[in-house]
């Protein structure tokens, strides 16, 4: 049987071959969509690490967070993220390590003040003024691999007015915050270097 379409005589061979080259074509441009949207995903989840996951869980699906996350590199592109001079890189460590020798006497105090110097060294690397969750969508861009350590810390810092922590918790946040105190003290490049090696 020959099919006639605009001058053109088709036999049912030749439309069961254009046929299978049409669905051969659509599997292939789903096979490349597909396997660009797990590159995608495995890009995402390579640089945010545990921020990947909760993204997800706060946005409700992988596509959402994803777009969340890359409004959060085009926030934190366009802040002036800066490296700290030697001179305030110097009173930032001196300023640290007051904190932290205050901690065997007054281990509450210097959780808080452990918390308020890493806000101030935002400050001074660039990052403006903002709630904690917005300085953690905008450090996660940065220092991904500190984020956990970041929040735990945080939250230990802001209960201790409401509920007693107990020694270790307040001694973990110090770790923490000195992890975190120490990746802000290096460039982001360094640090997305370190995390690709």
């Known amino acids: ?79 002036k993220i800066r490296e700290l001079g030697i001179t305030e890189r110097e009173r930032f460590v001196s300023e640290w390590n007051t904190v932290q020798s205050r901690f065997v006497d007054h281990p509450r105090a210097a959780v808080t003040e452990a918390d308020d110097l890493i806000n101030a060294l935002l400050e001074a690397r660039g990052y403006p003024q903002a709630t904690f969750e917005q300085h953690a969508a905008d450090v996660s861009v940065h220092y991904p691999h500190v984020m956990e350590s970041y929040r735990v810390a945080h939250s230990v810092a802001v209960r201790l007015g409401q509920v007693e922590a107990t020694t270790e918790e307040l001694r973990t946040a110090m770790i923490q915050y000195r992890a975190i105190f120490d990746e802000l003290l290096r460039a982001p490049e360094s640090t997305a270097t370190r995390a690709a090696a």
């Open 1 to 79: 049987m020959n099919y006639h379409l605009m001058g053109y005589y088709f036999t049912n061979t030749q439309l069961i071959a254009a046929a299978v080259v049409l669905v051969v074509l659509i599997l292939v441009a789903v096979s490349v969509i597909v396997q660009r949207r797990k590159a995608r995903t495995l890009a995402f989840r390579n640089r945010f690490g545990s921020e990947y996951d909760r993204a997800v869980v706060k946005h409700g699906s992988a596509r959402q967070a994803e777009a969340k996350l890359a409004d959060r590199e085009t926030r934190v592109e366009a802040l």
